[in-house]
């Protein structure tokens, strides 16, 4: 029992980040029914700037820091999103879905060999932004610190997401926008403005998700977002795409899932659990947990 | 047989070539025309997937892995067994008729693994079924990398080799044979199904055509071929390893499929041809310009980017 609840504490934190990553994929989603393949990337890129930042002159050692580090990150990771949406993503606007995903795809490559050229294929350790201790100890079971800032950084994150999207301006246009582009159009929202938003704000998640995966993982490297990305879609889908609150929940069953296999049965089957979660749900229950089903039109 | 004096002319050129290239050439660049010929019956086989018939499959190392492995095992483990036969079968084609029997077995085995995983993934629309393709290929992955008995992440090792060395005539005969399939299939009156499926679906599907049918058909042949090449491949290299399928492996045969233009037959076979040339082309270029055999994989990945959006400003042209 001491060990179910200490996996799913690691599992949770775990999730929590699959969660931020998710939010991105589905927002994407919902707005321009595209799976931004390049988002995986977007992560990495917050991941390789936290480490930058430090080794320019960044201290280490207390949350000031981290939180200094994760401002940085979002920012540069809010700049890339909406670099790749700008150069890529808009001029096939009006091209076939399965054009643009193959754009995307493209997107995703460039970002992670340029990656390899620029920054070395080799792992690079993460700074240690905050210093790893316990802060909790019951009977066995285990919180360290870095795990509690994982898990109230995700919960600040999502709520000022949540206060974005349902109480401001903009967020009213992104569910006008996701909704229908062309009526959104008609009662004047200023369309590509809104895409360009959603992209900055599922970016900047990204790039969160990115330093708070350093601090609980050893190293870094160009290639760190091909998987968690593409896991971080199939809990978007598991969750119901396009659906805020499913990604949320989509990321932390995912994470809990995976750390459950890992330390059950063999780590070297975590990589294929994803996979068969995604089959599952597309067959049993393809628009998702949350999602709403569609009648398909002509 | 009409076609039977085309079939035996081309073994003869095949068979002639083998020898007169094996004269001629450094085993080097033999490997390299020989990986050329891999090429193209990979990206043929996935250009009938997802050029012809407008799916959009991510995963098509997977099948390759599964004829690799198939054919793989049954020349390691089920053809020492068969020595009975020796007596049936005459020694000089012996090895043949075996490697053969191999190289079935690991094209119907990813054909059958590619009929069951076309059963749930093939009812899927574009990018989900991208994904999904994606998600399978990775299990296979996964697969061999935990099975004992074919070594596990440290490879499957002491793979035969084709037997008398005719490499080059395997190699291309697959290769032949896939894109003469592929031609004749897509354009036979029969063949235009997969067209009637990708241009649109409701339509195509209001006049009778089952399009599960003819996807789950193009899918089933498109892994045959390459189980296929999978085998030959195994056979070829002497060990293989799980990561030699990966998720790359897939986007490599996508992104010859996309630069030939989808649904072309010799577009593809010249990107192909192309693509595996290239990194080898940098890599002799004289010193200032050999540095950009490093950027072989950006220019890959630009190369996507700036098809797409050429093809998309001519799309949007023949809309205005």
């Known amino acids: 029992m001491t060990e179910f609840i200490q996996q799913l504490i690691n599992g949770l934190a775990w999730g929590s980040i699959y969660a931020l990553i998710a939010l991105g994929y589905t927002m994407v989603y919902g707005i321009l029914r595209l799976i931004n393949f390049a988002h995986g990337e977007v992560y990495m890129m917050g991941a390789m700037t936290g480490y930058y930042a430090v080794q320019w002159g960044m201290g280490t050692g207390s949350l000031f820091h981290l939180a200094a580090v994760l401002c940085i990150a979002m920012i540069v990771c809010s700049l890339l999103g909406w670099a790749i949406e700008r150069g890529a993503y808009r001029p096939m606007r009006k091209a076939p879905r399965l054009n643009v995903l193959i754009t995307a795809i493209g997107v995703s490559l460039f970002l992670q060999f340029s990656g390899q050229y620029i920054f070395g294929a080799d792992p690079k350790p993460f700074p240690p932004l905050i210093e790893n201790k316990n802060i909790l100890n019951f009977e066995g079971i285990v919180l360290s610190n870095i795990q509690l800032t994982i898990f109230i950084s995700s919960i600040l994150l999502m709520l000022g997401l949540r206060y974005i999207v349902l109480k401001t301006q903009m967020g009213k246009a992104m569910r006008a926008v996701s909704y229908d582009h062309t009526a959104s159009y008609l009662v004047g929202i200023n369309v590509n403005r809104v895409i360009s938003f959603t992209f900055i704000l599922g970016s900047a998640l990204a790039g969160a998700a990115g330093i708070l995966v350093g601090i609980s993982n050893p190293t870094v490297n160009p290639l760190m977002g091909l998987m968690p990305g593409i896991k971080a879609f199939v809990a978007a889908v598991l969750g119901g795409i396009g659906n805020i609150p499913g990604a949320l929940i989509g990321g932390l069953i995912m994470g809990v899932a995976e750390t459950m296999v890992s330390g059950y049965l063999s780590g070297t089957y975590r990589d294929a659990l994803a996979f068969i979660i995604l089959i599952l749900i597309l067959v049993i229950r393809p628009q998702g947990l949350l999602g709403k089903t569609t009648q398909e039109k002509v | ?320």
């Open chain 2, 1 to 320: 047989m009409k076609q039977a004096p085309a079939i035996v002319l081309t073994i003869v050129l095949l068979i002639l070539s083998h020898y007169l290239l094996n004269a001629l050439i450094n085993p080097y660049y033999l490997r390299v025309i020989l990986l050329i010929g891999l090429s193209i019956t990979l990206a043929t086989s996935l250009n009938l997937i997802n050029g012809y018939t407008g799916l959009f499959s991510l995963g098509h190392a997977g099948f390759m892995a599964v004829g690799a492995y198939s054919a793989a095992a049954v020349s390691v483990f089920l053809i020492p067994k068969l020595a009975f036969l020796n007596g049936l079968i005459p020694e000089l084609i012996r090895g043949e008729v075996f490697f053969v029997l191999s190289l079935l077995a690991g094209a119907c085995a990813a054909a059958l693994v590619g009929f069951m995983i076309g059963l749930p993934t093939l009812r899927l629309r574009g990018d989900y079924l991208a994904i999904a393709t994606l998600g399978f290929a990775e299990i296979i992955k996964v697969f061999f990398n935990n099975l004992e008995a074919v070594g596990k992440a440290k490879g499957f090792t002491g793979i035969p080799a084709i037997p008398h060395a005719v490499n080059f005539f395997w190699v291309f005969f697959i290769a032949v044979t896939c894109v003469w399939v592929v031609g004749k299939m897509t354009s036979s009156s029969k063949g235009k199904d997969f067209a009637a499926v990708r241009e649109d679906e409701i339509a195509s599907s209001s006049l009778g055509l089952s399009h599960f049918k003819v996807k789950m058909k193009a899918f089933v042949i498109g892994s045959f071929f390459a189980g296929l090449g999978g085998g030959v491949y195994a056979h070829l290299e002497g060990t293989i390893y799980p990561e030699n399928f990966n998720i790359l492996k897939s986007i490599e045969f996508v992104v010859m499929v996309v630069l030939g233009g989808m649904g072309r037959l010799w577009g593809v076979v010249l990107a192909a041809a192309f693509l595996t040339l290239l990194p080898e082309l940098l890599r002799e270029l004289p010193p200032p310009f050999s540095i950009l055999s490093q950027f072989r994989m950006i220019l890959y990945s630009l190369i996507i980017i700036i098809t797409m959006l050429i093809r998309s400003k001519s799309f949007a042209k023949s809309i205005n």
